[in-house]
Each structure stands twice: as structure tokens, then as C-alpha cells.
């Protein structure tokens, strides 16, 4: 026959598997809800073209590589003129919106260790990422040659920056499976563990 303790034993065990149950239960739930919400965000689509920064005659004629670090260095002037109201109202005027939207949606960066300059745009729609993007690289190249035809460098000893690959349609960015399934799993494991432990411990008080 079974004692006291052996029922009491037994009884302990069951709750808490029942507890670890109802925990499981609370964390998968958790982790659904939060993966929805996550999921529902605004989608977001980036579209990036690569452009080149170049002065072929000067590089050719140079013994060192102070002509390639001006040119590394040209870069940062230009990638901050992605987001500036010289540079942004002529394109926005060209596609017809706001200049503040233009000027919230693009973005422009220098790789490491390279002449590149890659300028794009992120928005809710993956077409307008890409026409975003096209026009903001015509407009670098456009700018570029017309700064230094107003300050009349010989064509010689112009620098060129030209698209060496163009914008495609743009991509998902936001929200990212990873996110998405980052927030599952967190939401999940703390929801588990609030619940088991608020109901071992009641386990044991009883």
C-alpha cells in the first residue's frame, strides 16, 4: 500500500508536469503572437546601384597612390550628398514626390578599401526602391560633371563617377526572417519561464 509520503510524492510530480505543460503551452503561444507582430510590420525593399569613382589618366600617369587616396577620399564627399537639399530636390522633382520623402529614403555608402560608391533607396515598394535608386545614380554622375564644368577643370583633369552596376528591383530587407524568428523564440522562452516558475512555486506552497 501506498503512504502519505509516496501520495504526497506522486502528487508533487504531477503538478509539476502540469505546470511544465501549461508553461509550454504559454510559450508557444508567446511565440506565435510574436512572430505576427513582427511579420505585420511595414515591408520594407532596398535597391542599391554601384557606382565608381575614376580618373584613368591621372592614375596612369602617377608613380604613387596619392592620386587613388584623393579619389578615396573624394568619396566621403560625395556619399554625403545623398540626403542634402541640393542634391535630393532635383531628383524629386524629376519623379514628382516630395523632397522630404526623397531625402528619408536615401542612403549612400563607401566600401572599405575600393572606389566604389553604392547609392540606393529603401521604401514599402519594391519598384519605387529601384526608380528611387536609378535616379539618384544618374543624378551623382550628372552632378559630379556639372560641379567641375563650373569650375572649369580642363576635361583632362576632370574625375568621373559612373554607375558600374545599375539598380535592380528591390529586395526585402524588413522584416527579415531572422528578426522575425529572433522575436519567436525570445518571446517564447520568457513566457515559458514566467509561467513555469510562477506555477513551482505555487507547486511547492502547496
Known amino acids: 500500500m501506498s503512504g502519505p509520503r509516496e501520495w504526497g510524492s506522486r502528487l508533487f510530480r504531477r503538478r509539476w508536469v502540469a505546470a511544465a505543460a501549461l508553461a509550454v503551452v504559454v510559450g508557444v503561444v508567446a511565440a506565435v503572437v510574436a ?8 515591408v520594407k525593399y532596398q535597391s542599391v546601384a554601384t557606382m565608381a569613382i575614376d580618373q584613368p589618366r591621372a592614375i596612369a600617369a602617377s608613380g604613387d597612390a596619392g592620386v587613388v587616396s584623393k579619389l578615396s577620399t573624394l568619396r566621403t564627399k560625395y556619399t554625403g ?11 524629386a522633382d524629376k519623379l514628382g514626390v516630395n523632397v522630404n520623402l ?3 529614403e ?5 566600401p572599405a578599401n575600393s572606389l566604389l560608391i553604392q547609392i540606393g533607396a529603401v521604401t514599402a515598394d519594391r519598384t519605387t526602391s529601384q526608380r528611387l535608386a ?8 550628372d552632378y559630379v560633371q556639372k560641379e567641375q564644368q563650373d569650375a572649369h577643370i580642363p576635361v583632362a583633369s576632370q574625375f568621373t563617377i559612373t554607375e558600374v552596376t545599375p539598380a535592380g528591383p528591390g529586395i526585402k530587407v524588413s522584416p527579415t526572417r531572422r528578426r522575425t524568428l529572433g522575436a519567436a ?4 522562452l520568457l513566457g ?9 512555486v505555487r507547486a511547492r506552497d502547496d
Open 102 to 104: 526623397v531625402r528619408s
Open 192 to 200: 515559458f519561464a514566467a509561467v513555469f516558475a510562477a506555477l513551482s
Open 134 to 141: 536609378e535616379a539618384a545614380s544618374s543624378a551623382l554622375t
Open 35 to 42: 512572430a505576427a507582430i513582427v511579420a505585420s510590420g511595414q
Open 81 to 91: 550628398l545623398a540626403r542634402t537639399q541640393i542634391f535630393d530636390q532635383p531628383i
Open 106 to 110: 536615401l542612403f549612400a555608402s563607401a
Open 185 to 188: 523564440g525570445l518571446a517564447g
